[in-house]
């Protein structure tokens, strides 16, 4: 039963529509809330820990270490340990004494709830009354955006019409 034209763009826009449902909204990812040490402060005696509060719970990943704070003096030096602790949604790690005054660099890469990774840096200033960068956060994307979905959908459907097309000039013939 051979289809009008009309007939295939319907069956082409119903299909594309259909995709587009199918396809998986955008989750928002947990965001940054707070940090001690304050992003941005200064401080005058050296913390022993920093903690840092997203605005979900955030969750772990087997034996991987997927949740991680890593802090550096001025110099570049880690003074971070590696002994994060995750309660719900604040993430701590604890800091080796430091002399080196000046800014520090907060590095956090954690995982929320929905399971995607969040990444992001600020700064807080030690001994020094200069004021430190505060750095916005970045979600780190596994997915890809709808359009690369959108686009497939119209390659496809415009192959089809082009396959039906051919086919029914071929058998005109």
Known sequence: MPLSIKGMVTTISISVFALALAVPTAVSHTSFVSSNPAAGSAVMQWPDQISIE???DLISIGEEKANFIVVNNSVGDQVSNNDENIDSNIVTVSLSPNQVEG????????VSADGHPVEGEFTFTY???QPAKVIEEEVVNDEFPISIYIASAAFIASGIFFAIYSYRRRNRS
């Open 54 to 56: 997203f605005d979900e």
């Open 127 to 129: 001994g020094q009354e």
């Open 103 to 110: 800014p520090v660099l907060v590095f956090y890469r954690v």
